[in-house]
């Protein structure tokens, strides 16, 4: 994804004009904050969240260890790893695979790092037709959009909006109803499936002792991408391990509960390798490409490694009053809100985001909300002082 962080002050009086937007995005982040507030009462958040937060920084200061473990389990299971040290060769994987198998059609379901990585744009280069399964993701790419939020990438839209696009881009009467728009949705998009050469996924979790992947969703899009298609192919960012199987258990409630307010998500999948011989379903090959792309440079850092802990709920972003009021189209990228301010500098470097870390109110409801304790608002103001010390800031601002 092409990124305008840079023209982030520029933008903004955009987006802060466009009332409708503002609203939606208002109301979709106040809901999600009420349903999370009832589910985490009823587990022992605080204790959980000490326990994810060790597991993580675990994970995180002894990566390559766990990322060889998890590649050498993966290589046993049959599964063809490929390691992109960023997105061009990222990119380059998934078109080589499609090549040498005369791949034509692909399925996604929603994944922030193929956005990151700007893989649809690159597919589609090379003549494939590419379709976004998950609902929201779907929405945005008939709309062309990008995503304004890690879990519903189309809070931005309201329902006469996304009425709209379905009226124009499906050639349905036009109604608001969300039974039919999304009838007509999964209509569409159950042919998608069954003529797809190649199925792709993110991953929520990857389980360095056993080689396997976990993919958290409520459609069960991700399940078909993965297992109707000959060939599944995982796009796993690096810092995505857990050590264990049994650590699901700690982290899908914090997750599900922190994301979407449900005590557990509809579908919890876990993938690990091409299908028997005798299987009635699932990939002839499998290929999971786990991708740097700057991820690096957070390691390198004693503090900003914390960021790589965040296991994408979006918590951050609903309880975010900047966020509220903005919205994510505003950030530029596709990370967003605390988190994407804190990482976006250092994933494209300081000179090209060094407004985002500026625009939050440092109130510190993020650091609050976030189901493994990252110190959001100490990262954001270890981002401003990089950025001032490196000139980026008016001279006025040293100090």
């Known amino acids: 994804m092409q990124s305008r962080a840079h023209l982030f002050k520029n933008d903004l009086s955009i987006h802060l004009k466009n009332d409708t937007m503002r609203g939606n995005v208002d109301r979709a982040t106040w809901l999600s904050m009420q349903k999370r507030e009832k589910v985490i009462s009823e587990i022992e958040w605080h204790q959980m969240r000490e326990e994810a937060n060790l597991i993580k920084k675990d994970v995180i200061d002894n990566l390559e260890t766990y990322l060889d473990q998890f590649v050498s389990e993966a290589a046993s299971r049959g599964i063809k790893v490929l390691r992109a040290k960023d997105a061009s060769e990222a990119v380059a994987f998934a078109g080589e695979i499609a090549r040498k198998n005369n791949v034509k059609r692909v399925v996604k379901s929603k994944s922030m790092l193929t956005e990151e990585i700007g893989l649809n744009k690159y597919l589609e280069a090379q003549n494939l037709s590419v379709i976004e399964t998950d609902l929201g993701e779907y929405i945005i790419q008939l709309n062309g959009d990008p995503p304004s939020h890690l ?108 994301s979407t307010g449900q005590r557990l998500t509809s579908f919890i999948s876990t993938f690990g390798g091409p299908a028997d011989k005798n299987a009635a379903d699932g990939p002839e090959q499998v290929y999971y490409i786990i991708v740097d792309n700057g991820r690096s440079t957070l390691l390198a850092d004693e503090k900003l490694k914390e960021a790589l802990y965040c296991i994408r709920c979006g918590a951050c972003y609903n309880s975010c009053p900047v966020y509220q009021n903005i919205g994510g189209h505003a950030y530029g990228w596709v990370y967003q809100g605390p988190i994407g301010a804190v990482i976006t500098p250092a994933l494209l470097g300081l000179d090209k985001a060094k407004e985002l870390p500026f625009a939050s109110s440092l109130c510190g409801t993020c650091s609050e909300v976030c189901p493994v304790k990252i110190p959001l608002h100490d990262l954001l103001l270890y981002q401003r002082r990089r950025i001032v010390n490196a000139g980026l800031r008016p001279v006025a601002e040293k100090g």
Do not use: Q, W
């Not at 297992?227 to 258990?249: C, K, N, Q």
């Open 151 to 258: 879990t519903g990438p189309a809070i931005h839209l309201s329902r006469k909006e996304i009425a709209g696009v379905f009226e124009e881009h499906l050639d349905i009467p036009y109604t608001e109803e969300p039974e039919v728009l999304t009838r007509a949705a999964r209509e569409k998009l159950r042919s998608e499936f069954l003529l797809a050469d190649m199925g792709i996924t993110g991953a929520n979790f990857a389980i360095a002792e056993n080689g396997s992947i976990t993919v958290v969703e409520n459609e069960g899009n991700a399940r078909l991408c993965a297992t109707v298609a000959p060939i599944h192919v995982a796009f796993i960012g690096m810092e995505r391990l857990l050590p264990r199987s049994e650590d699901l258990g700690l982290f899908l409630p914090l997750l599900c509960r922190s």
